[in-house]
């Protein structure tokens, strides 16, 4: 069996790009539209910092039902997190409702269930030759589906954490900007009202990119969100753009996330199920 690391660089993504899958939405409470026009105002590298992380979504669980679209194909999809825990996103056949696909993704590992072949597939986060090429984790990838602002390989942006964004103000928008290890950059673009409206992921000398845009938050209870998003992936040649919308996310709800795997399932390495089902070999 190959060693994980013989696929180490397209993993920066792995996990990334089956987020896609995760959010997909219900329509089934009022919500009001939050204005974030306005003027960008004078602050301190602190002050900016600070307002950005006050105004994040404050959770200890989300979940959501409804549909994404691959390949023009829409997949009603279930989502849970639960936050430092476990993201999980399983994906069901049309009609009769039965799981087809499953991805759980906890601090650990990424495991992939195909039950349509029974087999399944998994990534060690923890191993050292994947840690030491990828600071992308579990946290940052939380972050990113919920509309925060993250530190590569870390769990929590802390205040010595600052000074590893550099800022600036330009249309209207400040832009924090900082890098991993491997010189990967990091970019958040944040509007007047202190909400992240996009998140650049760019390796270029890896030709691979991700541009996740955040648009329409709401006022949902005590719940601010955004219910529109557009991921654009990049990986060589090859160009996906998912369009993610939903009204509503149910949130603080009590979940129960099955993480087991069958026993009987054969393991593969997940670049063959990613390869058949989305073609990023």
Not at 32 to 60: P, R
Not at 181 to 208: C, D, K, Q, W
Not at 214 to 237: H, Q, R, S
Request: overall charge positive; charged content about 25%.
């Amino acid at each position: 069996m190959k060693k994980i690391y013989t696929y180490t660089q397209p993993y920066l993504f792995v996990g990334i790009f089956l987020s896609l899958l995760f959010i997909a939405g219900c329509k089934s409470k009022k919500v009001t539209l939050v204005d974030s026009d306005g003027t960008l105002k004078a602050k301190s590298h602190a002050e900016v910092v600070d307002d950005i992380l006050s105004h994040e979504l404050d959770y200890k669980t989300i979940t959501t039902k409804g549909s994404v679209s691959v390949k023009g194909k829409k997949l009603t999809t279930v989502f849970k997190l639960v936050k430092d825990e476990v993201l999980q996103a399983s994906v069901r056949i049309p009609i009769i409702g039965a799981e087809a696909m499953r991805v759980d993704i906890t601090p650990e590992k990424i495991v992939l269930i195909d039950r349509l072949s029974a087999r399944y597939a998994e990534v060690d986060l923890k191993g050292a030759e994947v840690s030491s090429m990828v600071a992308f984790n579990f946290y940052n990838l939380q972050a990113l589906l919920t509309n925060q602002l993250f530190v590569a390989g870390e769990s929590r942006v802390n205040k010595n954490d600052y000074n590893k964004f550099n800022i600036k103000a330009a249309d209207n928008k400040y832009l924090l900007h900082t890098q991993d290890h491997n010189s990967i950059e990091y970019m958040f673009s944040v509007n007047p009202a202190e909400r992240i409206v996009s998140t650049l992921i760019n390796s270029p000398s890896r030709g691979l990119s991700l541009l996740w845009n955040y648009d329409t938050f709401v006022e949902d209870g005590a719940f601010i969100y955004p219910t529109d998003m557009e991921a654009n992936l990049t990986m060589k040649a090859k160009k996906m753009t998912v369009g993610i919308s939903y009204s509503t996310l149910d949130v603080n709800t009590n979940l129960n996330v099955d993480t087991s795997i069958p026993s009987k399932y054969k393991k593969v390495d997940i670049l063959e199920i990613i390869g058949e089902y989305m073609k990023l070999k």
